[in-house]
């Protein structure tokens, strides 16, 4: 009889381990094989987006003025595209509802839509009119993504480089824990107020070639749980409506004897 216990615990540790197959990235890619990506990404400046701009030259009294802080104080400015002052005396703006920023002496400017370096080159052209040689740095302070669901620490990450991918994404959450469904990750992405919906497989390296592999801002990263995490969660509130139900009898039981 002993024997028969022990044997009917093995074949239930056996059949409750999860298979290498539902664990392992990139199952099929081959030792020292190399992978050319197609991939390519570029950041795009949207509605909403905080960047940074500074002006330069070698006569820096001639960039000043463009360089002069307007509107707000407050690190968002006052919403209409104006400037405000970072700790370290760069100006940034929010680029308003309209795609534009009100930069210094050039006014209203259309930066959603444009790359970084389409937004940098077009403002240079448009200062070579009061500057010999200008240098324009342009940087997006509020790039942001979110990674929920069965990873080790969910939550929303600020990305300082513009470009993230979203094995790195994970990285920065803690990985995935062992509930999490590897074969099919949601990618969430907003674009022009349409939300669309990517499905990756991180067990499998064709995600190399996902055109969700990097994330753009404000993308939101969800990790379903797996079968044996749903049936756990399920078996978890099954036994505390059990508790609850038998709480709720027994303090029936006792108001009744008290009266």
């Known amino acids: 009889m002993r024997y028969r216990f022990l044997f009917l615990f093995l074949v239930i540790v056996v059949f409750s381990c999860k ?10 890619s081959a030792d020292l094989e190399e992978i050319s990506s197609t991939n390519s990404f570029t950041s795009v400046f949207k509605i909403d987006d905080i960047i940074g701009v500074m002006v330069s030259a070698t006569d820096m009294d001639a960039v000043r003025p463009f360089n002069l802080m307007q509107g707000s104080s407050s690190l968002l ?12 005396g760069e100006p940034t703006y929010l680029i308003n509802e309209d795609g534009n920023i009100d930069f210094p002496v050039l006014g209203q400017l259309k930066i959603a839509g444009l790359t970084r370096i389409e937004a940098k080159e077009m403002i240079k052209e448009k200062l070579k009119i009061y500057v ?12 942001k993504i979110t990674v929920m669901g069965e990873v ?8 300082p480089n513009e470009r993230i991918t979203i094995i790195e994404a994970l990285g920065l959450a803690g ?6 469904r590897r074969e099919n990750l949601l990618v969430i992405r907003e674009n022009e107020g349409v939300n669309t919906y990517h499905r990756v497989d991180l067990t499998s390296k ?24 749903i049936k756990e969660s399920k078996a978890r509130n099954n036994i505390l409506g059990v508790i609850i139900s038998i709480v709720g009898v027994v303090l029936s039981i006792v108001t009744l004897v008290i009266r």
Do not use: C, H, W
């Open 152 to 159: 080790s620490e969910p939550g929303s990450y600020t990305i």
């Open 206 to 229: 064709s995600i190399f070639e996902s055109p969700v592999y990097y994330l753009a801002q404000n993308d939101v990263l969800y990790v379903e749980p797996n079968d044996s995490r």
């Open 175 to 180: 990985d995935m824990t062992i509930k999490g």
């Open 19 to 28: 298979t290498p197959e539902n664990v392992v990235y990139f199952q099929n």
């Open 77 to 88: 400015g006052d919403g209409g595209g104006n400037a405000s002052s970072t700790s370290s």
């Open 132 to 143: 010999n040689d200008p240098i324009v740095s342009i940087r997006l302070k509020n790039f």
